[in-house]
């Protein structure tokens, strides 16, 4: 397929398809038919490989809390009630997205951005996302609105990877805002304020590989496992499992999502900080008297 403009386009194999998907079909039905089927497929997907290390003794050496012990009951008890969450709350939301999205210009159709624009975007939506979560998760700790709403989150001490979006619904929205909302403001900023031109908008291929990685980053952070190759070892100021499943587990301080800087900025990681190293202290004398 070639497009028809001035600089004549030659559609790659993905873009064929993504044309394809649409072509002669409601794009708002499209949309929201592919991002939550994509959206289920990605969170019960990527959880699959910490469940199966569930049953595999060699990992249970990097388990964050191996004293605990899910059960099968714990499992389907949030699987469902996650799934109820999916089509009744999250399943809306996702099919508002288009007309919302379209309505300030983002951009459907191919060619799809260059991945050097998608790159700067998305580590943009990163950061935005991980400012907002903060402080919003922060205030969710609020006593009143912990009792009445958050407190269902932390229901489980050690966490799971599906336990990621088991929550109340306001919780849903709210931190959801700033997954789907910052990409929202980006564009609006960056088309009608600081006009970046065309190539700068949102591109619907781009919001979907951010929701995707974004997923990503939520299963893992409630793993309850830190692996030697885990995204932490590598990225000092990344998060990981390491850091929010402590907040699991004290249901104090570490609020942010994906970056650890708020947290040390702000002083809500210092008994993170201090207890990691009375274990990393624990373990040196373990290994000094074993030898």
């Given at each position: 397929?070639?497009?028809n403009?001035?600089?004549s386009?030659?559609?790659?194999y993905?873009e064929s398809?993504w044309?394809?998907?649409?072509?002669?079909?409601?794009p708002?039905?499209?949309?929201?038919?592919?991002?939550?089927?994509?959206?289920?497929v990605?969170?019960?997907g990527?959880?699959?490989p910490?469940?199966?290390?569930?049953f595999i003794p060699?990992?249970?050496?990097?388990?964050?809390?191996p004293?605990k012990?899910?059960?099968n009951?714990d499992y389907?008890?949030?699987?469902?009630?996650v799934l109820k969450s999916h089509f009744l709350?999250?399943?809306?939301?996702?099919?508002?997205?288009?007309?919302a999205?379209?309505f300030?210009g983002?951009r459907?159709?191919?060619p799809f951005?260059t991945?050097?624009q998608?790159?700067?975007?998305i580590?943009?939506?990163?950061?935005?996302?991980?400012f907002?979560?903060y402080h919003?998760?922060r205030?969710l700790?609020w006593?009143?609105?912990?009792?009445?709403v958050?407190k269902?989150h932390h229901?489980?001490?050690?966490p799971?990877?599906i336990a990621?979006?088991?929550?109340h619904?306001?919780e849903?929205?709210?931190?959801g805002f700033?997954t789907v909302?910052?990409?929202l403001?980006?564009h609006a900023l960056?088309?009608?304020?600081?006009e970046?031109g065309?190539?700068?908008?949102?591109?619907?291929?781009?919001?979907?590989l951010w929701i995707?990685?974004?997923l990503f980053?939520a299963?893992?952070?409630h793993?309850?496992?830190?692996?030697p190759?885990s995204?932490?070892?590598?990225?000092?100021?990344?998060a990981?499992?390491?850091?929010h499943?402590?907040?699991h587990?004290?249901?104090v301080?570490?609020?942010?999502?994906?970056?650890?800087?708020?947290?040390?900025l702000?002083?809500?990681?210092?008994?993170?900080?201090?207890?990691?190293?009375?274990?990393?202290?624990?373990?040196?004398?373990?290994?000094?008297?074993?030898q």
């Amino acid at each position: 397929m070639v497009l028809n403009n001035s600089s004549s386009y030659q559609l790659n194999y993905f873009e064929s398809l993504w044309e394809g998907m649409y072509d002669g079909r409601n794009p708002l039905i499209v949309t929201g038919v592919f991002a939550f089927l994509m959206h289920e497929v990605v969170y019960f997907g990527r959880f699959i490989p910490f469940l199966v290390c569930d049953f595999i003794p060699y990992f249970q050496r990097y388990k964050l809390q191996p004293n605990k012990t899910n059960k099968n009951e714990d499992y389907w008890k949030c699987t469902i009630k996650v799934l109820k969450s999916h089509f009744l709350f999250e399943g809306p939301l996702i099919f508002f997205f288009h007309p919302a999205a379209t309505f300030l210009g983002m951009r459907i159709s191919a060619p799809f951005p260059t991945w050097q624009q998608m790159c700067v975007q998305i580590a943009i939506f990163f950061v935005v996302e991980d400012f907002f979560h903060y402080h919003t998760h922060r205030f969710l700790h609020w006593p009143p609105l912990y009792k009445k709403v958050h407190k269902i989150h932390h229901e489980y001490a050690a966490p799971f990877g599906i336990a990621a979006e088991y929550a109340h619904p306001i919780e849903i929205m709210a931190l959801g805002f700033g997954t789907v909302g910052g990409p929202l403001i980006y564009h609006a900023l960056a088309s009608y304020v600081f006009e970046l031109g065309a190539d700068w908008d949102l591109h619907l291929v781009t919001m979907l590989l951010w929701i995707v990685l974004r997923l990503f980053q939520a299963i893992d952070s409630h793993s309850g496992y830190d692996f030697p190759w885990s995204l932490r070892h590598w990225v000092p100021f990344w998060a990981g499992a390491d850091h929010h499943d402590y907040h699991h587990q004290t249901s104090v301080g570490n609020y942010a999502s994906s970056f650890r800087w708020w947290d040390y900025l702000l002083g809500t990681d210092v008994r993170y900080r201090a207890y990691r190293k009375r274990q990393a202290k624990g373990l040196k004398t373990v290994r000094f008297k074993s030898q």
